[in-house]
């Protein structure tokens, strides 16, 4: 089927092109930077050009002299205001403009505010910064080290650049289960720093109007709830004077959860000045300053028996989080969901320990379609797990089936404690085998390793495979909250009296394409076509409470939450019917957008008359109200756990390293699909995003902490030049808790994929010898690890 033919809408799930498309794919997308105010002002960002060092003094008196400019605001202005420090969302603070020190490459300096933008960007010139330049931290590994500077003196009686220590599963239990094990494979690996890098940067327009002393702030988040909660906590303005609105986003991939500091100077900047006052980074500010992703040094071990079946996993990790601790994740979890690390595999013990240390670096951490840290998680347990096939000479896709979980332990509890809901991951895998022929490339490799055996050039073949379970629809709330806000969403379905719909969400769209599945969800519930629903989301003067989306949590959550008020819907749209046809509301039978006297099908009212009666002078029965409209709080009872089987054909070429993906088998399980087409596309762009991390990206840094990756000549995207032709596989498991059963997926694709692709490269150099090498397999890294020379001292 190709991309531009015409796909039926659907009365529910199915494939149904994006109704959003209509106005992206014609120019007409309305993005921050579409937005423009009567008297709008503009603001920039003066940067540190270091990586650590003292301000002594900060003169912005020519910058103010500047004919254009309206105000300079520096971090002793906002020190007047306490506003120099704001709270991250992991109960750090981050500065918004540096007063004492700097502390990464990039950090916040000053802000000038102008008339243009040109005019803010010349007067950041003005700016005479002194700065005394002092030793940076850069290599997380030296950030414990007796005589490491101390990034963090802001912080009372800090001696040191660490933050945290954090454990899961049994380390007795664990010990005991190595002790005894035939076997045990360790390898060190690094799941480099790498960045969301979406297409639009972030930015705001900040209007706090004067006379009725409301802050209207259009910006580019994926929580907007979260976001005007803390700004209320930081300016100190009321939550009910605080309208956040994220018009459409251009990607967020994780970068828009955090609050830049680029967002409180705009603020400030229209306190000051008045006027609305708009912020839009450019392509390197957003890649040296806001949220990076991953930077986990790991170190793991695997035991088995002889004969390869797995008993146990632990692994020690040291977290690089930057300057300033800003990941964004659910509070008990400072590593994030790191502690799937398990995988997907029937294990007697496991344990880790993570501890997470300062860098002179930009803050985040969570971030780049990772389902909080479960990139690293799965990267390194199927890392580890090809590892352990290297030793044991065994076959890698044979190892994992041996030791996947059965379909008959769902639900299951691992080792780390949490219940995966359902699954049957042999099937997955089986098919992935199946679609990419395993038996015939395996073939087909020892063939050519016989013809590079006898100096015949040509490329080596890999194959790689990986397995992954994600946790994703935080969460609970007994167990899960940001900044102590629990992690339930709301909706509000109100059916209108000609029968088409608003449907209200906490959850925001970054080019998922919400405003099509969740009136799809609607739509199965209720029977009124999709085209009829409008789903309103990014503007939380429109919208209930709820913590947006990151950890592709939409579905799990919003999309429960839509199911249920559409529900509700029906059971109001019931009693109106009883109503109407003068029956008992349990003689009443549902079919797809009508209720009907069973037994006489002809007998029905349709949701469109039922909705009108709704609103009409029809009496309604007792306690029942009139109008046709739900509400709801979603807590979900768990977490939906995803899973699939990827592998990957990759081509090496032996004379340059250079890697060809050839092929890439993905088979997906994210439980009932509302829109499949999505999905694909959802699944296509984290499997290229692997393609990047395994092969190209890298946030590099100079011993002086100066980033080597600020524009996209060095920090790489892959394009359609470097991935194949995806070939998608699906099984469907439906999540045993979830209303509809649909499991999330908008991050499987970048959690599964970069172990499944270097993994192929290893495979190639397995003839090498070549038992491990980092992310990203460049050809330098690729031509180096065959010389037997590891890329890094
Ligand atoms: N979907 C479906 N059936 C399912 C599961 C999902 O049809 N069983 C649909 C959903 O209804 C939604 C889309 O697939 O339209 C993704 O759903 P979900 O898995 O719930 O993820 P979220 O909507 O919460 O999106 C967040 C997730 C994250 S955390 C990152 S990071 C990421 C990702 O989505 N960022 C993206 N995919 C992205 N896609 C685009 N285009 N842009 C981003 O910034
Ligand atoms: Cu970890 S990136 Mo997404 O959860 O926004």
Redesign the pocket.
């Known amino acids: 089927m190709t991309a531009i033919e015409k796909h039926p809408t659907p009365m529910g ?1 199915g494939r149904m092109h994006r109704k959003e498309d209509v106005r992206f794919l014609r120019g007409h997308g309305n993005y921050v930077d579409d937005i423009v105010l009567p008297g709008m002002l503009h603001g920039a960002v003066l940067r540190s050009p270091h990586a650590h060092a003292k301000i002594l003094s900060v003169d912005t008196s020519a910058a103010q002299a500047h004919p254009k400019v309206r105000a300079v605001i520096t971090g002793e202005t906002l020190a007047g205001l306490d506003l120099a420090w704001m709270p991250t969302l992991s109960h750090d603070v981050q500065a918004v403009l540096a007063t004492d020190k700097v502390r990464f490459q990039g950090q916040e300096v000053a802000f000038v505010v102008a008339e243009d933008r040109y005019s803010a960007r010349d007067a950041l010139e003005l700016i005479d910064v002194e700065y005394e330049p002092l030793p940076p931290v850069v290599d997380a590994r030296h950030a414990l080290d007796e005589d490491a500077p101390v990034i963090r003196d802001d912080l009372e009686g800090r001696t040191d650049n660490h933050i945290f220590d954090w454990e899961a599963g049994d380390r007795a239990r664990t010990e005991e289960v190595f002790a005894a094990a035939d076997v045990v494979a360790a390898a060190d690996m690094i799941y480099p720093r790498v960045h ?1 890098a ?1 297409m639009e940067t972030c930015g705001a327009v900040a209007d706090l109007d004067p006379v009725t002393g409301k802050l209207t702030m259009y910006t580019t988040t ?1 929580a907007p709830h979260a976001h005007r909660t803390v700004y209320a906590l930081v300016a100190g303005l009321p939550e009910h004077r605080i309208r956040v609105v994220s018009p459409d ?1 251009g ?6 959860v955090g609050i830049y500091p680029g967002y409180v100077c705009a603020i400030v900047g229209s306190i000051l000045t008045g006027k609305p006052v708009k912020w839009m980074e450019d392509r390197s500010e957003n890649l040296m300053s806001t949220s990076f992703a991953r930077d986990y040094h790991m170190h793991g071990e695997i035991a088995s028996t002889k004969d390869g079946k797995i008993l146990g996993i632990r692994v020690k990790v040291l977290a690089d989080h930057g300057a300033f601790n800003g990941t964004a994740q659910p509070s008990k979890f400072p590593a994030g969901f790191f502690g799937v690390f398990t995988g997907s595999y029937d294990i007697e013990a496991a344990h880790c320990e993570v501890t997470g240390v300062y860098t002179n670096k930009a803050p985040g951490g969570v ?5 909080f840290r479960i990139t690293e998680a799965v990267y390194l347990v199927e890392r580890m797990v090809d590892v352990l096939a290297y030793d044991l000479g065994v076959d890698p896709a044979h190892l994992r089936m041996r030791n996947l979980l059965r379909a008959e332990q769902f639900p299951y509890l691992t080792k780390t404690g949490w219940e995966y809901d359902s699954g049957d991951y042999p099937r997955a895998l089986r098919m992935a085998m199946d679609m990419v022929d395993y038996d015939e490339l395996r073939a087909e490799q020892a063939q050519r390793r016989e013809l590079n055996a006898n100096g015949e050039s040509g490329d080596l073949l890999g194959i790689g495979v990986a397995f992954f379970t994600e946790a ?2 935080a969460g609970p709330r007994k167990h899960m909250d940001i900044l102590g806000l629990g992690m339930a969403d709301g909706a509000e379905l109100r059916v209108h009296p000609t029968g088409k719909a608003v449907l209200r969400l906490s ?1 925001q ?6 405003e ?3 009136a ?2 609607v739509a199965e519930e209720l029977g009124i076509p999709p085209d009829d629903i409008d789903v309103v989301h990014g503007d939380t003067d429109q919208t209930p409470f709820g913590l947006g ?8 959550v ?2 429960a939450a839509t199911a249920v008020v559409a529900r509700r819907v029906r059971e109001r749209a019931r009693l109106v019917a009883s109503a109407m046809l003068e029956v008992s509301p349990d003689d009443l039978e549902w079919e797809k957008g009508r209720w009907f006297v069973k037994g006489d099908p002809e007998a029905g009212r349709s949701i469109q008359d039922i909705a009108m009666a709704a609103h009409s002078s029809l009496e309604l029965p007792e306690g029942v109200e009139g109008h046709l409209d739900a509400t709801c709080v979603y807590n979900p009872p768990n977490l939906t756990y ?1 899973f699939g089987a990827y592998i990957c054909v990759v081509e090496v070429d032996a004379g340059t390293g250079q890697v060809r993906v050839r092929q890439f088998v993905a088979v997906d399980d ?7 087409m ?2 694909e ?2 699944i296509h ?2 499997l290229a995003e692997g393609v990047g991390m395994a092969l190209m990206q890298v946030m590099a840094f100079d011993e002086d902490g100066n980033h080597l990756g600020g524009s996209f000549m060095d920090y790489l995207l892959p394009t359609s030049m470097e991935c194949p032709s995806w070939q998608l596989g699906e099984t469907v498991t439906p999540s045993p808790h979830h209303p509809i059963g ?7 694709a ?1 959690v599964g994929s970069p172990a499944a692709v270097v993994n192929a490269v290893l495979d190639a150099l397995k003839p090498y010898g070549v038992r491990h090498a980092d992310m990203p397999l460049t050809p330098a890294a690729v031509w180096r690890a065959m010389q037997g020379r590891p890329l890094r001292p």
């Open positions: 799930f969301p979406p994926q986003i990607g967020g991939f994780g970068n828009k971030a780049y379609a990772c389902s994703v629809g959850c769209s970054q080019g998922q394409g919400h099509t599945t969740f799809q969800i989306t990151y950890g592709s949590r939409s579905t799990p919003s999309g995803p994210c439980g009932v699909r509302i829109n499949p999505i999905v596309g959802q762009g984290g649909a499991k999330g997926i908008g991050e499987s970048t």
